[in-house]
């Protein structure tokens, strides 16, 4: 298992977004308060953020070792800054390759992907899909991980034309019909958009004017009590995008399709990390920087 977090709005300095709040991605590396699998996240990290003067494909920075234990880290967060990131503290999975090229976050082009979960017998997913992907695909994953299997089955998607949102959906939906047991908590993003889903732990976010966060678990208290967990239906069938709502989710309210849309609107103060709507996961969640601007 792992945490991780995706982050949208006003160019500020990584360190705040891995190191300033109370319950901070670094915090949760050694004390997670919402994990259900594992105790600890000490098999590496990885952060990406794009640069802020306009370059549309991001930067990486990994590595294997504990998030704690690179004293490099602190330097770079404190004089890098971004208005577009996803960072990760990793939990292997079993079976898994241990080396940086395993952690999140995956990156392709101006895409940034990170999973926090796990796939039961990953390595035959593809032959139990039908082998959706060619074999070069396979013989090019980034790591021997369910993570970068995911990734090359969601890239094969976005390059095919479809959104962020709708690829998420659809790979975490025929997955988690075939492993039922998955965990399957994505983020994507282009630098102008988030996207995720929520199947088998917890996901959070934080909406207010101009910036949006989605976490694994809240980064402030006092702490929330714990989401529903979702109800797991068969695979759906595509459909077409609905109109997206101007308003944030409110909890326990369902999205009626497989793809589903939200962005937050302006509104005074700073309202507290709300919950992702429990209900069986046939979407994906998409924020847009064009409405968190707007």
């Given at each position: 298992?792992?945490?991780?977090?995706?982050?949208?709005?006003?160019?500020?300095?990584?360190?705040?977004?891995?190191?300033?709040?109370?319950y901070s991605l670094y915090r949760?590396?050694?004390?997670?308060?919402?994990?259900?699998?594992?105790?600890?996240?000490?098999?590496?990290?990885?952060?990406?953020?794009?640069?802020?003067?306009?370059?549309?494909?991001?930067?990486?920075?990994?590595?294997?070792?504990?998030?704690?234990?690179?004293?490099?880290?602190?330097?770079?967060?404190?004089?890098?800054?971004?208005?577009?990131?996803?960072?990760?503290?990793?939990?292997?999975?079993?079976?898994?390759?241990?080396?940086?090229?395993?952690?999140?976050?995956?990156?392709?082009?101006?895409?940034?992907?990170?999973?926090?979960?796990?796939?039961?017998?990953?390595?035959?997913?593809?032959?139990?899909?039908?082998?959706?992907?060619?074999?070069?695909?396979?013989?090019?994953?980034?790591?021997?991980?369910?993570?970068?299997?995911?990734?090359?089955?969601?890239?094969?998607?976005?390059?095919?034309?479809?959104?962020?949102?709708?690829?998420?959906?659809?790979?975490?939906?025929?997955?988690?019909?075939?492993?039922?047991?998955?965990?399957?908590?994505?983020?994507?993003?282009?630098?102008?958009?988030?996207?995720?889903?929520?199947?088998?732990?917890?996901?959070?976010?934080?909406?207010?004017?101009?910036?949006v966060l989605v976490a694994s678990?809240?980064?402030?208290?006092?702490?929330?009590?714990?989401?529903?967990?979702?109800?797991?239906?068969?695979?759906?069938?595509?459909?077409?995008?609905?109109?997206?709502?101007?308003?944030?989710?409110?909890?326990?309210?369902?999205?009626?399709?497989?793809?589903?849309?939200?962005?937050?609107?302006?509104?005074?103060?700073?309202?507290?990390?709300?919950?992702?709507?429990?209900?069986?996961?046939?979407?994906?969640?998409?924020?847009?920087?064009?409405?968190?601007?707007?």
């Amino acid at each position: 298992m792992c945490r991780h977090l995706a982050y949208l709005g006003p160019v500020v300095p990584l360190s705040e977004l891995l190191f300033g709040p109370p319950y901070s991605l670094y915090r949760q590396s050694w004390a997670p308060r919402r994990q259900t699998h594992g105790t600890v996240n000490a098999d590496g990290f990885g952060i990406g953020w794009y640069p802020p003067d306009g370059d549309s494909a991001p930067a990486r920075y990994r590595c294997a070792m504990p998030i704690w234990r690179d004293p490099n880290l602190p330097d770079l967060a404190r004089t890098i800054s971004s208005g577009a990131a996803v960072a990760a503290v990793r939990d292997a999975t079993p079976g898994t390759s241990l080396d940086s090229s395993a952690n999140a976050p995956f990156s392709s082009g101006r895409w940034l992907f990170s999973h926090n979960g796990a796939v039961p017998e990953w390595r035959r997913l593809t032959e139990d899909l039908g082998s959706p992907l060619p074999e070069s695909a396979l013989l090019g994953l980034e790591a021997s991980s369910d993570s970068a299997l995911l990734w090359a089955l969601i890239q094969q998607r976005l390059t095919g034309g479809e959104q962020l949102d709708a690829a998420l959906a659809t790979v975490t939906g025929l997955t988690a019909a075939l492993r039922p047991q998955s965990r399957l908590n994505l983020l994507l993003t282009d630098g102008h958009s988030i996207a995720a889903t929520r199947w088998g732990d917890s996901l959070w976010y934080r909406a207010t004017p101009g910036r949006v966060l989605v976490a694994s678990e809240p980064d402030t208290g006092p702490t929330p009590k714990p989401a529903p967990k979702p109800a797991r239906e068969p695979t759906p069938k595509p459909t077409t995008t609905p109109t997206s709502r101007p308003l944030t989710p409110v909890p326990g309210r369902r999205c009626r399709s497989t793809r589903c849309c939200w962005q937050p609107r302006p509104r005074s103060g700073s309202p507290p990390c709300r919950r992702s709507p429990p209900g069986p996961l046939r979407r994906g969640w998409l924020a847009h920087d064009d409405h968190l601007h707007a």
